[in-house]
């Protein structure tokens, strides 16, 4: 299997924008890459989806006037591959002094494409402009964690924290936090995102959790893969009966990336937090 050297990424490269269609532009990432570390295989112990929205889409339409769109792309988490950020920012780029003759077109053309680069079922839906549903803001639900008072002196990730962190006792929990924070595996850039964890079991030490989520603060790692490793480490160290682990990032180059992972959950609709 690859290495992430092998892979030619764009990001942290100096890029020349491309401003007609070149599917070209998309790079894989072999999610098993990352997957291994954290003791997961092909046979996952969660199902779930990539949901990104895309605010910078354009094209022409067959007379050469533009036509802008927002998107909604929704990648299984069963797909072998995952997208890289960068490279779909400049995929989307790609149309914008592109023909086409409908908003449909540009839908199965980037379905299609996603699909290819995946290796795996992508969906895809456009909007107009000024669509308010599928981007409603909303809050995260359930109660917030980020008021515990607490020291804190652990920056680097460590999922010993969550380690005795369980009660006899058995709940049904939503816990939030908008602390979560980790970094561009490839450039070290700072990824933001609030994270949602809903679950049923032995009831979880918030303090110890807040503690482990803010340990991601130095870590170098996707956004997908954050999330796969904070399900893996609360199912191994907590052992809830059901478990939903849903972090929202917050925008960059006009994307952003919501993973969900679950094992008793299908769906979620889509919605926006403020800062996204």
Known sequence: MATMDDLQLPLGQTTVY???????????????????EIGLDEALPFGGFDLWNAWELSWLNRRGKPVVALGLLRFDCSSRNLVESKSLKLYLNSFNQSR????????????????????????????????EGPFALRRLPGECID?????????????????????????????????????CLVTGQPD??????????????????????????????????????????????????????????TRRGGLDINPFRSD???????FRLVRQ
């Open 18 to 36: 491309p401003d007609h269609y070149d599917p070209g532009q998309l790079r894989a990432v072999p999610r098993l890459l990352k997957r291994r």
């Open 100 to 131: 086409f003759d409908s908003m449909e077109q540009v839908r199965q053309t980037i379905a299609a494409d996603l699909g290819k680069a995946a290796d795996g079922a992508v969906g895809v839906e456009l909007f107009p402009p000024d669509a």
């Open 147 to 183: 008021d515990i008072d607490i020291d804190i002196d652990c920056y680097s990730l460590d999922a010993g924290l969550l380690a005795g962190a369980t009660s006899d006792r058995v709940v049904e929990r939503e816990l939030h936090s908008h602390l979560l924070k980790s970094n």
């Open 192 to 249: 933001w995102a609030s994270v949602l964890i809903r679950y049923r079991g032995p009831e979880i030490d918030t303090e110890a959790l807040l503690r482990y989520l803010v340990s991601f603060r130095q870590h170098n790692e996707f956004h997908e893969q954050c999330v796969e490793r904070i399900f893996a480490d609360l199912r191994r160290h907590c052992r809830p009966q059901a478990l939903t682990v849903l972090a929202r990032y």
């Open 264 to 270: 008793f959950e299908a769906d979620i609709d889509n």
